[in-house]
Nanobody, 123 residues
Framework: VQLQASGGGLVQAGGSLRLSCAAS????????MGWFRQAPGKERDFVAA????????HYADSVKGRFTISRDNAKNMVYLQMNSLKPEDTAVYYC?????????????????WGQGTQVTVSS
């Protein structure tokens, strides 16, 4: 599957952005999806995940109540709505596809990745 993330940009603290991830290739509707982020010099960290049917979602504690992951299987799209953004949310955001593992919070259990989109939050 090919993944293309978009929607990043520069925003002031307290603002909002919506990231999109377009999938093509392999059947998308059966794919568990996740968003991760990586700040300079740091590991790629889990942000949010959604089950293939949208039936369950998971979030990192740092984004709970502020970010919402969703998907539209008819459009082969996954979204990350980010509200009340903070400077510490600044990172490159990646969408990933996970087919085999039930471990949604480890980057090593994802099989495919998009190219990343930069999110910068100014104070």
């Amino acid at each position: 599957v090919q993944l293309q993330a978009s929607g990043g940009g520069l925003v002031q603290a307290g603002g909002s952005l919506r990231l999109s991830c377009a999938a093509s290739g392999r059947t998308f509707s059966g794919t568990n999806m996740g968003w991760f982020r990586q700040a300079p010099g740091k590991e790629r960290d889990f942000v949010a995940a959604i089950r293939w049917n949208g039936g369950s979602t998971h979030y990192a504690d740092s984004v709970k109540g502020r970010f919402t992951i969703s998907r539209d299987n008819a459009k082969n799209m996954v979204y990350l709505q980010m509200n009340s953004l903070k400077p510490e949310d600044t990172a490159v955001y990646y969408c990933g596809a996970r087919y085999y593992s039930s471990n949604y919070y480890s980057q090593y259990d994802y099989d495919y990745w998009g190219q990343g989109t930069q999110v910068t939050v100014s104070s």
